[in-house]
């Protein structure tokens, strides 16, 4: 069998390939790094590649857009795994600058965000400059007529740009910050349910009126399943058109997540299944004893009994 092929949010070197390296066989299987994530997850819808690797919650951004967008449109695809790394940050430049020559630096929004108070309390008055990713803007600082003097990125990449001088470690505001990250293929079987495990739907608002949130929550709340994410995103159809991005504790193949994901089929049919997997932190779920597998088959057996005259 030949060797798997993963994309990821590149360059080498990026917080989205160490999460990749968490994979069972990542490290001996091509990896091939994209500029976005739209990128990384076409190259799997097209089969170029067996499963890419994207960033999709921040503990302290929250959401990342770009792959909430990406797989809630397009060909289908599936989470299969997801994946939790640490999320530290240095300040590098070339040789010779110092942080009193620093005009502008440039980073991921993300990795902005999680270092603005270090940067308005050391460097006041600097300018932002986007970059596609943390390691892509470190490696852009190695090109001599980079229009910048300073980035923001991992210590690994820190580590393997030689070129490159930190000056500056830590400089996160928030030190416990984690990033998570979902393995992206194509539909196929899903991942064997575990007691840990996470299951993620995007469901658009069919009609706007009073209580339809309400009414695509208590598909959960009155079967007992928790939700840990929920964000709204915008369809881009028209203004005040959103549809909801659902992170829901328990596996598609447990009673109590399968009724729900009918149920909000009922209300919203173009509601998308991103699959079930297992849980990076392997937190089992709190099951109520009411909404337990055995209840579910217990209920359905009287029910069927009484529609037999029984």
């Given at each position: 069998?030949?060797?798997?092929?993963?994309?990821?949010?590149g360059?080498?070197?990026?917080?989205?390939e160490a999460?990749?390296?968490?994979v069972?066989?990542?490290?001996?299987?091509?990896?091939?790094?994209?500029?976005?994530v739209?990128?990384?997850?076409?190259?799997?819808?097209?089969?170029e590649?067996?499963a890419?690797?994207?960033?999709?919650?921040?503990?302290?951004e929250?959401?990342?857009?770009?792959?909430?967008?990406?797989?809630?449109?397009?060909?289908?695809?599936?989470?299969?795994?997801?994946?939790?790394?640490?999320?530290?940050?240095?300040?590098?430049?070339?040789?010779?600058?110092?942080?009193?020559?620093?005009?502008?630096?440039?980073?991921?929004?993300?990795a902005w965000?999680?270092?603005?108070?270090?940067?308005?309390?050391?460097?006041?008055?600097v300018?932002?400059?986007?970059?596609?990713?943390?390691?892509?803007?470190?490696?852009?600082?190695?090109?001599?007529?980079?229009?910048?003097?300073?980035?923001?990125?991992g210590?690994l990449?820190?580590?393997?740009?030689?070129?490159?001088?930190?000056?500056?470690?830590?400089?996160?505001?928030?030190?416990?910050?984690?990033?998570?990250?979902i393995?992206?293929?194509?539909?196929?079987a899903?991942?064997?349910?575990?007691?840990?495990?996470?299951?993620?739907?995007?469901?658009?608002?069919?009609?706007?009126?009073?209580?339809?949130l309400?009414?695509?929550?208590?598909?959960?709340?009155?079967?007992?399943?928790?939700?840990?994410?929920i964000?709204s995103r915008?369809?881009?159809?028209?203004?005040g058109?959103?549809?909801?991005?659902?992170?829901?504790?328990?596996?598609?193949?447990?009673?109590?997540?399968?009724?729900?994901?009918?149920?909000?089929?009922?209300?919203?049919?173009?509601?998308?299944?991103?699959?079930?997997?297992?849980?990076?932190?392997?937190q089992?779920?709190?099951?109520?004893p009411?909404?337990?597998?055995?209840?579910?088959?217990?209920?359905h057996?009287?029910?069927?009994?009484?529609?037999?005259?029984?």
């Amino acid at each position: 069998m030949s060797a798997a092929t993963y994309t990821f949010l590149g360059p080498e070197g990026t917080f989205t390939e160490a999460a990749l390296l968490q994979v069972p066989g990542a490290a001996d299987a091509q990896r091939v790094p994209c500029t976005n994530v739209n990128t990384a997850l076409e190259r799997v819808r097209r089969g170029e590649a067996d499963a890419a690797m994207v960033p999709i919650e921040n503990s302290v951004e929250g959401g990342v857009t770009a792959t909430l967008d990406a797989i809630a449109t397009g060909q289908e695809l599936r989470i299969v795994r997801e994946a939790l790394v640490p999320i530290t940050f240095v300040l590098v430049a070339r040789p010779g600058v110092g942080l009193s020559d620093i005009k502008r630096i440039s980073t991921h929004g993300h990795a902005w965000a999680q270092c603005r108070l270090w940067v308005d309390a050391n460097l006041p008055g600097v300018d932002y400059m986007p970059g596609s990713s943390t390691a892509a803007a470190a490696m852009g600082l190695l090109d001599e007529d980079a229009p910048y003097e300073a980035a923001i990125c991992g210590p690994l990449v820190a580590a393997g740009q030689s070129g490159l001088n930190v000056l500056a470690e830590d400089i996160g505001d928030v030190p416990d910050a984690v990033t998570r990250f979902i393995l992206v293929g194509r539909p196929g079987a899903l991942p064997e349910r575990t007691g840990a495990d996470k299951t993620t739907v995007v469901v658009p608002l069919p009609e706007d009126h009073p209580g339809a949130l309400m009414e695509i929550l208590d598909q959960f709340a009155s079967r007992g399943v928790n939700l840990s994410r929920i964000e709204s995103r915008p369809t881009g159809q028209y203004l005040g058109h959103y549809f909801f991005s659902i992170d829901a504790d328990g596996h598609a193949a447990d009673s109590r997540v399968a009724d729900a994901l009918a149920g909000l089929h009922r209300i919203s049919p173009a509601t998308r299944f991103l699959g079930s997997y297992a849980r990076a932190d392997m937190q089992p779920a709190v099951v109520a004893p009411h909404t337990s597998d055995a209840a579910f088959a217990s209920a359905h057996a009287w029910v069927d009994s009484i529609l037999k005259g029984q």
